[in-house]
C-alpha cells in the first residue's frame, strides 16, 4: 500500500503574491521532495500582444505594485531599441536614479517588512504579532526606520515620475520629464537619514548573525549552483544595462566564469525556459547544461557573487566584510538578506555621486523616431534579480510577440530546492510523530522562500492577515493532522 503523505502549506505569508507548499514525505518519514507551487496565473505576455510598444511601459508595469519601476524602466529600455535610438545622457542617468530608487524601497520593503519579524521576534513567536505591527511594538525606532527608509525610496521615483507606484514616466526614447532642481535638493536633504537606518539595519543583522542565526546559514537554501545578472564595466556591481554595463554574467559557485559579456539581444542563446505541471511559473535554465545542472540563482546574492567590486567606499567595505563571513562566492541563501543591505548601501552611494552630477538637471530628456527594428531585447537588476522583456513588433509598432523572464522565474528552482532543505533538516520523523504539527518549525520552511523575497503578482498580502492552513493528509485522503493560523 502507498503509505507517502503530504504536507500543505497554504498560503505562503509575508510575501507578494499567491502561492503554496507541499512537502511529500516517504514511506520511512523522511522529506521526499518538496515544491513551491505559484497558483495564480497572470497572463501578460498575450494580452499584451496587438498593443502598440509604447504602451508596454504603463501595461508591463501593472505586473507588480512593489516592482513597477522595474518593468517600466526594461520596457523603456525594450522601446528605446525598437526605435534604434540613443537617448539623451540626462535621461540615462535619470532612469538610473529611479532605479536606484526602487532598489532602496523594494529591499526595505523585504528585510524590515517582510523578513525581520522572524529574526527578532523569534521563529516561534504568535504569529498574529510576528509581522510589522509586532515589530512596532517590540522596536519602535528600528520600524519606524524602516518605514522612512522606504519612504525615502519612494520620495525619489515621485520626485522622478510623478507618483510612487505606476508613474507612466520612463517612454521609449527617454523620460517624459527632468528633475527640477529643487526635488534634487531635498533627495539630497534626505540622504543623511537613509544611511543612517541602513548602517542601523546592517550592524544589527550581522550581530543576529554572529550570536542567534547560524543554523540558518546551513540550512536555509546552502548549496552551490550558478549565478547570473549584469555586471558593469571594470567588473563593477551593476542594476542597469545602459551605459557603464558590460553585459550578462554567469558564474558556477567555485567562482568559474562560464559566460561573460553576454549581450541582451543574445539572452536566447544561453537561457532556455522548462515548464512543470504543478506551478504557473517557468523555470529557466542555463542552456546546454539542461534544467537542474543548469539551474541559477539571480538577485542581491547573486549581484555581490559576480561583481569584484561595487566602487563606493562604504559599500566596498561591507562588501569585503562579507566575503569574509560567506566566502569569495556566497551560497547560503540566507544571506540574502545582508546583501539587500549591502545593495541599499551601494544605491545610496551611487544616487549621491548621481545627485552631483550637473548633467542630471539637464532638459533634455528624449529622443524621438519611428520603428526602425521589429525585434528587441530590454534588460535591466530589478530588486530581486535579472528581467528580460523581448518584443517582436510589426511595421505598426503593434505587438506581435512578447516573452517576459522575470527574477523570482530564475529564482524557482533554487526556492524548490531551500525548502527542500529545511524540511529535510527540521521535519524529522520523530517532529512528525507529535500530536501537532510545530507552528514555528513550518514558519521556517516559508522563510526559505522569503530569502529570495519573491514577487509572484501585483498585490501584496497584509502581513499576518492571511489564513495558513497546514494539512498532513494520508495516501488513501485521510486528515491525520490539522493546523490553522487567522
Known sequence: MNQHRTITIDPVTRIEGHAKITIHLAEDGQVADARFHVSEYRGFEKFCEGRPFTEMAAITARICGICPVSHLLTAARTGDKILAVQIPEAAEKLRRLMNLAQIIQSHALSFFHLSSPDFLLGWDSDPQRRNIFGLIA????????????????????????????HAAWAVPGGVRSPLSQDSRDQILQALPEAYAVTGQGLELFKQLLDQHLREELRVFGDFPSLFLGLVGHGDRWEHSSGTGCLGLRVMDSDGHVLADGVREDDYASVISEAVEPWTYLKFPYLKGLGPEAGSYRVGPLARLNLCER????????????????GGRVVTASFLNHLARLIEVLACLEQMELLLHDP?????????????????????????????????????????????????????????????????????????????????????????????FDPCLSCSTHAAGSMPLQIQLISAEGELLKEVRRG
Request: with cysteine; net charge positive; hydrophobic share 35%.
Open 138 to 165: 517590540a522596536n519602535p525606532d528600528l520600524a519606524r526606520g524602516g518605514i522612512r527608509l522606504r519612504q525615502f525610496g519612494q520620495g525619489v521615483i515621485e520626485a522622478l515620475g510623478g507618483r510612487k507606484i
Open 310 to 325: 561595487i566602487g563606493s567606499e562604504r559599500a566596498d567595505r561591507e562588501l569585503e566584510e562579507f566575503r569574509h563571513r
Open 359 to 451: 548633467l542630471l538637471l539637464d532638459p533634455h530628456v528624449r529622443a524621438r523616431a519611428e520603428v526602425n527594428c521589429r525585434e528587441a531585447v530590454g534588460v535591466s537588476e530589478a530588486p530581486r534579480g535579472t528581467l528580460f522583456h523581448h518584443y517582436r513588433v510589426d511595421d505598426n509598432g503593434l505587438i506581435q510577440q512578447v516573452n517576459l523572464i522575470i527574477a523570482t522565474g530564475q529564482n524557482n528552482r533554487a526556492m524548490n530546492r531551500t525548502i527542500a532543505q529545511i524540511a529535510r533538516h527540521y521535519l524529522t520523523p520523530t517532529e512528525l510523530a507529535r500530536p501537532q504539527l510545530n507552528e514555528g518549525l513550518l514558519n521556517r520552511i516559508e522563510a526559505g522562500i522569503r530569502c
